[in-house]
């Protein structure tokens, strides 16, 4: 998982949760989808390491 970020109401309930991941990374795709989380999109190009380039899939749930 590249990046995990939480976002919450005024009253400290969570509203929230979305998570980042290597579109190349099945099975934490797997582990996403199996806990709630919907997909919402690709980011394309988005992140360089080790001198190549990987997409990010974007996933969220909502309370």
Same mark, same amino acid.
């Given at each position: 998982m590249r990046d995990f970020? &939480?976002?919450r109401k005024r009253n400290?309930?969570?509203?929230? &949760?979305t998570g980042l991941v290597y579109a190349s990374n099945i099975a934490s795709k797997r582990v996403l989808e199996?806990?709630?989380f919907i997909?919402?999109?690709l980011q394309r190009n988005?992140?360089? #390491?080790?001198? #190549? &380039? @990987?997409?990010l899939?974007? @996933?969220? #749930?909502? #309370?």
């Open positions: 970020r &939480i976002r400290g309930g969570t509203l929230r &949760i199996h806990n709630g997909r919402e999109g988005a992140v360089f #390491k080790d001198g #190549k &380039i @990987y997409d899939c974007l @996933y969220g #749930k909502v #309370k």
